[in-house]
């Protein structure tokens, strides 16, 4: 078990003020197995005219927030203590895919199957996770490269991590490669960008196979245990994929960035079908200004934990 203190600072500044803005904010942890929230604080700056506190669409916490007054500079601060506990079934995988049921789960096939006959819908279900998004959507030329790694009779498991280090080993994390508009298809094709290129394609290849696949946002811990090299995406919001793998092992992260399973290093946020379900900060306001937009994040273990 980890115990976490989490601060994610975003400020904005305009060229010139704007007018009446709205903004979403999906910062406070949805509730994730293995996961326990602690004194969530949310500090924004100039308050707003009013805070609507939303759930869904998919596992997420949405903030809505509305600006009456001019508006130059907003500065929107959360903090949070987070307990995360090592899953037992990564724990398992790390000492090997046969100490698992059923060698690694059900195979790509028998998942597919499963997700098609379920009537789970809800955000935790397979169901809403199966076909393309707006920012995710099929690409013929990612399916096809997947497919020797996703056989229909491989192991889920197995086949998940065989993508994740697919991508991992073939592609070159390169923070001015790509935007957050890039679509997963040209990011595959330069095989360049960022966590959010890479957990896209991963779920594009993973749907085109019949395999649920979802966005997830999140953080990585800045300081790694000692022995440990420091992951990438720490210091920053991150983003994986996480595979559905049948009812019995229900919901895998996979972190192709770093070629790793989410563990207890991998704080959870929120869950959707691609980056625009789970944005840490979208809105509209009235103007024609142009923005500067800073991140700072901070992931620190509580010592003694």
């Given at each position: 078990m980890m115990l976490y203190d989490v601060r994610h600072l975003t400020t904005v500044v305009y060229d010139s003020p704007v007018q009446l803005a709205r903004f979403n904010l999906r910062l406070r942890p949805a509730p994730w197995p293995g996961q326990v929230l602690d004194?969530?604080?949310?500090?924004i700056d100039p308050p707003p005219a009013s805070i609507q506190e939303e759930t869904g669409p998919y596992l997420v916490n949405r903030s809505r927030l509305m600006i009456r007054r001019p508006l130059s500079?907003?500065?929107?601060?959360?903090?949070?203590?987070?307990?995360?506990?090592?899953?037992?079934?990564?724990?398992?995988?790390?000492?090997?895919?046969?100490?698992?049921?059923?060698?690694?789960?059900?195979?790509?096939?028998?998942?597919?199957?499963?997700?098609?006959?379920?009537?789970?819908?809800?955000?935790?279900?397979?169901?809403?996770?199966?076909?393309?998004?707006?920012?995710?959507?099929?690409?013929?030329?990612?399916?096809?490269w997947a497919a020797?790694?996703?056989?229909?009779q491989q192991g889920v498991?197995?086949?998940?991590?065989?993508?994740?280090?697919?991508?991992?080993?073939?592609f070159t994390y390169?923070?001015?490669?790509?935007?957050?508009?890039?679509?997963?298809?040209?990011?595959?094709?330069?095989?360049?960008?960022?966590?959010?290129?890479?957990?896209?394609v991963m779920i594009v290849a993973a749907r085109a196979h019949g395999i649920p696949a979802a966005y997830v946002s999140g953080y990585l811990r800045t300081i790694p245990p000692p022995g440990r090299p420091r992951l990438v995406?720490?210091?920053?919001?991150?983003?994986?994929?996480?595979l559905w793998?049948?009812?019995?092992?229900?919901?895998?992260?996979?972190?192709?960035?770093?070629?790793?399973?989410?563990?207890?290093?991998?704080?959870?946020?929120?869950?959707g079908r691609d980056y625009a379900d789970v944005a840490p900060l979208d809105g509209v306001f009235h103007g024609g200004a142009g923005q500067t937009m800073t991140v700072a994040v901070d992931v620190v273990p509580v010592e003694g934990s």
């Open positions: 004194r969530f604080t949310l500090t500079r907003l500065r929107i601060e959360s903090r949070f203590r987070v307990e995360v506990s090592e899953p037992g079934l990564i724990a398992a995988m790390y000492g090997g895919l046969a100490d698992l049921p059923g060698a690694g789960g059900p195979s790509v096939a028998d998942v597919r199957e499963r997700a098609m006959r379920s009537r789970d819908l809800s955000a935790m279900g397979p169901a809403g996770y199966l076909y393309p998004s707006q920012m995710a959507p099929h690409s013929a030329e990612i399916a096809t020797p790694l996703l056989p229909a498991v197995a086949a998940g991590q065989a993508l994740m280090q697919a991508i991992h080993d073939e390169d923070g001015s490669a790509t935007t957050a508009d890039t679509p997963p298809e040209a990011a595959f094709r330069a095989r360049h960008g960022v966590c959010q290129d890479f957990a896209h995406g720490a210091d920053a919001t991150h983003a994986w994929a996480a793998c049948g009812d019995e092992l229900g919901w895998i992260g996979f972190d192709p960035t770093n070629a790793t399973l989410a563990r207890s290093d991998h704080i959870f946020t929120a869950m």
